[in-house]
């Protein structure tokens, strides 16, 4: 700040005031300063943010937001297919290991016993290890986290890998253990060691929420090593447990909800009445309708097609409904909150194509896409699935099955559907001829094993070349080799005409898509 003319006046006869002057004037001003998101005033009062952790705040919510969300998802149809579509779209159709020890023999050796215990690896009996995913991916995202907890077996039990998966709700975890512990500490139901890694997880043997559990003693808990457990949750602080995914709109469904059951009733009332007799008299206008039956006895129920007689009632009116104005409009600004606060797209939330061309929904899935990868990358793969990995080679070296107790691993997430197939696979096709991209690494995008691809096209060819057969370029045509006929359309008269292409009239420009949207 400057000074004023009148500190220039003081300055002529008193600098060293002046100055003084100046510098408390400017260190006023400058507590005055500050963010208008921390202001304390009328239009902040009742905003409630305390300054407590994320342990302390989950701790007093955290069962009660999964209880809710899983109320919602049995009940909801929007909150169930928010669920729905990011598990679909982090698992699909599953997250695939592949073994990259660098030695050929060890990998395929790896892969194939990883491959036959897939199908044995739930501990429950009912599942694979991709609808395992499936199904983890999804308590994670509805009741905010998941345990797994590695199940060793005897090799007597007849399994590839004396191995198996156990998935554990979050409910499972002990909620009231939480306090000092020697040295250590526990945090609802996680017991930490005195440098803070994990060092237990305190377990019900049964549901605390199931009947039978309940009457044989399941609450009660005890610590299982956490090498046991693999704990899958999001942590957007450093906080021990999770939170649904949803629990930002959790309001907002329930609001929803509550409006559009308003909205069906008011309709159900309005179409009930249909008509109200009411007095000849101007005295008896105001006389409230008196409904009865056939007995005379007062009817406090709506039905349909109902006529209400005031008392002395001669003159008739027919009931007209009332037009409900703004409830589409309403409903889809409650969606757009809703995918929001699910991390969602709108358009794949609701199904709802109508406002948007190629290139918007084309912006809006990479986006998502890059949130799905991620999630996949930074979260899913790390928590569970490096852990059964690890778990997996550890069994099979004890077992006797592979020589070493740790094999790299590569993991393919599910491919994800290209909006325009053509132009991502001459994308794919510059990207391998640029040398910018391997063609092992378009493989694995598609979700599929490279060397299992790259073996199935040797074999194909190698079968092709044992009958003798030539691929040409064009589709249509086949030539057998050391023979002078050919199916080729352009020399065989008695060919059948090639087909029109139905490329030519395909849109393909999103250019022009945009303009005939």
Known sequence: MSATWFDHAIATVAPRMAARRVMARQAFESLTRGYDGAARGR???????????????????????????????????????AVAVLVNNIIGAGIMPRAASGDDTLDRTVDALFERWTADCDADGQ???????????????????????????RS???????????????????????????AGRLVQGIEFDPVGKRRAYWLHAEHPGDAYGALQNGLQSR????????????????????????????????????????????KKTEACVTAIVFGDDEAQQGIAPSVVDADGNRVEQFEPGLIAYARGGKDIRFNQPSATGGY???????????????????ELLTGDLSQVNYSSIRAGLVEFRRQIDAVQWQLFIPMFCAPVWRWFTEAAWAAG?????????????????????????????????????????????????????????????????????VLDSDPRRVTKTGSAQTSDPATDPDADEPADDPSADAETDPAQADQQD
């Not at 952790?53 to 169930?80: C, F, K, W, Y």
């Not at 046991?228 to 995914?245: D, F, L, N």
């Open 43 to 81: 239009r902040t009062e009742g905003w409630r943010a305390p300054g407590s952790s994320a342990d302390t705040e989950i701790g007093v919510a955290g069962a009660l937001l999964r209880d809710r969300m899983r109320d919602l998802v049995r009940n909801n149809p929007h909150a169930a297919k």
């Open 127 to 153: 599942l694979d290890f991709y609808g395992l995913q499936t199904l983890i991916c999804r308590e994670m995202v509805e009741a905010g986290e998941v345990l797994v907890r590695r199940r060793p077996r």
């Open 156 to 182: 007597s039990d007849g399994l590839p890998v004396p191995l198996q998966l156990q998935v554990l709700e979050a409910d499972f975890l002990d909620a009231t253990k939480s306090g000092a512990l020697g």
């Open 401 to 469: 099955q592979i020589p070493s107790p740790t094999v790299p691993v590569e993991w393919s997430p599910p491919k994800f559907e290209a909006v325009d197939p053509q132009k991502d696979a001459m994308a794919n096709l510059l990207a391998i001829r640029s040398g910018t991209m391997t063609l092992a690494e378009v493989i694995a995008r598609q979700g599929r094993n490279p060397d299992a691809v790259l073996a199935e096209i040797a074999a194909t060819n190698a079968k092709l070349d044992a009958l003798g057969l």
């Open 328 to 346: 589409g409009e309403y409903k889809r600004a409650s969606l757009h909150t809703i995918s929001a606060g699910f991390r969602v797209p709108y």
């Open 223 to 266: 610590p299982v090593p956490a090498s046991e457990i693999a704990h899958v949750y999001e942590k957007q602080r450093t906080q021990a447990r999770g939170v649904p995914w949803g629990a930002p709109v959790i309001r907002s469904l329930r609001d929803l909800d509550d409006y559009e059951v308003a909205e069906l009733v008011r």
